[in-house]
């Protein structure tokens, strides 16, 4: 059965950076969309980044040229390196593991990013 383990959350200063990782069991991940998910108090839950088995990435507009998501296959690791944080940058956040061709889609438990001074 597949897990996700996330790490790196934290609190950090405006501008500050963070590196957030998720690490996947299973022989599954390599073949998985991975993606990083937020949800700030009283919020929805957010798409933040995603990158395919192939490397393709995505980002939500907010996060762009500050965000950058990677994945390591040898290590069945995803990650999001943070860089300018800001306070709105405050959120849970989730990673996701998905492979849409046998429906199976995953979630970790959440890190907690804050950002303030």
């Known amino acids: 059965q597949v897990q996700l383990v996330e790490s790196g959350g934290g609190l950090v200063q405006p501008g500050g950076s963070l590196r957030l990782s998720c690490a996947a069991s299973g022989s599954i991940f390599s073949r998985a969309t991975m993606g990083w998910y937020r949800q700030a108090p009283g919020k929805r839950r957010e798409l933040v980044s995603t990158i395919t088995s192939g490397r393709g990435t995505n980002y939500a507009d907010s996060v762009k040229g500050r965000f950058t998501i990677s994945r390591d296959n040898a290590k069945n690791t995803v990650y999001l390196q943070m860089n300018n944080l800001k306070p709105e940058d405050t959120a849970v956040y989730y990673c996701?593991?998905?492979?849409?061709?046998?429906?199976?889609?995953?979630w970790g438990q959440g890190t907690q990013v804050t950002v303030s001074s």
């Open positions: 996701n593991l998905k492979v849409p061709a046998i429906s199976y889609d995953l």
